[in-house]
Structures are given as structure tokens and as C-alpha cells.
């Protein structure tokens, strides 16, 4: 199995930026793709961003692109997610989620993930 956590949420405020990283054991980093995705109290889980296994291909949610980004360092076993420009509909718990060696956009499709961190943006 896999054991992901994230960190790096908190408390910003409009047009700030906060990096959320995503630590992962267990097993071998690189054979899995990873993702993130965000929920809101009452709202669907969300699909943000995801990188392939060797950092090749990524994706992007409308809501995001350009604003947040997505990178990965296998040595260290660590995934990131940039985000700038915050808005207060920002505000959610955000997770990262990892793939077994495909990348995807949909949260029924990953493997494993982490229990998530608190991002609040005030306005």
C-alpha cells in the first residue's frame, strides 16, 4: 500500500499563494501518477491537477489553469501543488490522491489517498 500526507494548508488571504506538498511511502514513488483535488463542506470533491510518473504530462481543472501548478521530485518522494492568486472560492480541504502508473482526472480512479489539508482564504 501507500500512505500519503499532505501539508502546507493554512490561512491567506485574497491574491496571496500557499504551497500544499504531499508526502508519500510505502512504495516505489515513481510507478505512481499523482493528483490533487479539493472538497468543500456540502460540495463534490473536485478535480485540480495531475502529473505522470516522470513529470511528462499534466492536467488541468478550467478552474485553475494558470493559477495553480502541479510538479514532483521522486528522490524525495514528494509531490507539489503551487497555488497563486487565491480566491476565497479557494476554500476547501485539499487532498492528493496516486494512480498506479496512469494518470487521471476522475476520483473513482485512484488508488490511494491522503486525509487531506485545510486551505481558507479570506476575502
Known amino acids: 500500500q501507500v500512505q500519503l500526507v499532505e501539508s502546507g494548508g493554512g490561512l491567506v488571504q485574497a491574491g496571496g499563494s500557499l504551497r500544499l506538498s504531499c508526502a508519500a511511502s510505502g512504495r516505489t514513488f515513481s510507478n505512481y501518477a499523482m493528483g490533487w483535488f479539493r472538497q468543500a463542506p456540502g460540495k463534490e470533491r473536485e478535480f485540480l491537477a495531475a502529473?505522470?510518473?516522470?513529470?511528462?504530462?499534466?492536467y488541468y481543472a478550467d478552474s485553475v489553469k494558470g493559477r495553480f501548478t502541479i510538479s514532483r521530485d521522486n528522490a524525495k518522494n514528494l509531490a507539489y501543488l503551487q497555488m497563486n492568486s487565491l480566491k476565497p472560492e479557494d476554500t476547501a480541504v485539499y487532498y492528493c490522491?496516486?494512480?498506479?502508473?496512469?494518470?487521471?482526472?476522475?476520483?473513482?480512479?485512484?488508488?490511494?489517498w491522503g486525509q487531506g489539508t485545510q486551505v481558507t482564504v479570506s476575502s
Open positions: 502529473i505522470s510518473r516522470n513529470s511528462g504530462t499534466t
Open positions: 490522491a496516486a494512480n498506479f502508473l496512469v494518470v487521471v482526472t476522475t476520483t473513482r480512479d485512484y488508488d490511494y
